[in-house]
């Protein structure tokens, strides 16, 4: 499996944006970007995913270096229910592929 | 909602009894699910892969006589912690063969 590298931890203000960086230098040509995030005591949640162009959603927005080495899990304005642990993850999209957790960044916010 | 229901969502019980833990996919079906454990502090990791109908295939290290795991339908894996001791008290997580939304909200089983 391909291997993520991440900050074990970050501190942010409340109300302001976060970047949360993860890097992947082994990266394969099929391998999406992931990103989980667990909150305390509940089950991984999903973030967001991509291949090589950035993309928002509801939640966040990704941005992806364009060798793919690398990318940013953007927090636009960062809430304390946003304070959670942060997995950035490698893998294609089927669907029965077990993933493989890091330790992620835990990521603290401050009121 | 979720689409992945995991029961209970704690559970005590005494030292040397056996506690049962059921994964759910709830609109799809899953062939194949997942089980991980989760210390304090720590990261999720995989304790064994459920396939529907046939046997379980266990993470190195795992012992499979004390975690039972059945996956019988193609919506329901079940895991079963046997003769559970002290040790055996974690966060214990499922998820369904999904490509994103898998995962069901744990159970956090203390063994007393």
């Known amino acids: 499996d391909a291997k993520t590298t991440q900050p074990n931890s970050m501190e942010s203000n409340e109300e302001e944006p976060v970047h949360l960086p993860c890097n992947h230098s082994?990266?394969?040509?099929?391998?999406?970007i992931h990103w989980y995030r667990q909150l305390p005591s509940q089950g991984p949640e999903y973030v967001i995913h991509?291949?090589?162009s950035n993309v928002n959603n509801r939640m966040a927005s990704l941005a992806i270096a364009e060798d793919r080495k690398s990318s940013t899990l953007i927090l636009h304005r960062a809430t304390l229910r946003d304070a959670a642990v942060y997995y950035c993850?490698?893998?294609?999209?089927?669907?029965?592929?077990?993933?493989?957790f890091g330790k992620g960044t835990r990521l603290h916010i401050l009121p | 909602g979720a689409v992945v229901s995991q029961h209970p969502s704690r559970v005590i019980c005494k030292s040397g009894t056996s506690v049962k833990i059921e994964c759910r996919s709830l609109d799809f079906q899953a062939t194949t699910m997942f089980w991980y454990r989760q210390f304090p502090k720590q990261s999720l990791m995989l304790m064994a892969t459920s396939n529907e109908g046939s046997k379980a295939t266990y993470e190195q290290g795992v012992e499979k006589d004390k975690f039972l795991i059945n996956h019988a339908s193609l919506t329901l894996s079940t895991l079963t912690v046997t003769s559970a001791h002290p040790e055996d008290s974690s966060f214990y997580i499922c998820?369904?063969?999904?490509?994103?939304?898998?995962f069901g909200s744990g159970t956090r089983l203390t063994v007393v």
């Open positions: 991509g291949l090589t």
């Open positions: 082994t990266i394969s040509g099929t391998d999406y």
């Open positions: 993850i490698l893998g294609d999209m089927n669907r029965d592929d077990k993933i493989i």
């Open positions: 998820s369904a063969s999904r490509v994103h939304d898998r």
